[in-house]
């Protein structure tokens, strides 16, 4: 199994969540993109960090 940890930042706020756009590693394409998240559990956060883990079988 491997794991890759992506950041994402701030975008915008929408009614009801957050929008927050993928920061790749240099030279990487984004593997996520965008992301929203509930506002109820993003709060006033700039930025997260997502753990993204796949089995390689």
Same mark, same amino acid.
């Not at 790749?24 to 394409?29: F, I, L, Q, S, V």
């Given at each position: 199994m491997s794991k890759k940890v992506v950041r994402f930042e701030f975008e915008k706020e929408t009614k009801n969540s957050v929008r927050y756009k993928e920061v790749? =590693? =240099?030279?990487?394409?984004p593997i996520v993109g965008s992301l929203y998240v509930q506002k109820w559990f993003a709060g006033n956060s700039k930025s997260i960090e997502i753990t993204i883990s796949k089995d390689d079988e």
């Open positions: 790749p =590693e =240099e030279g990487t394409a």
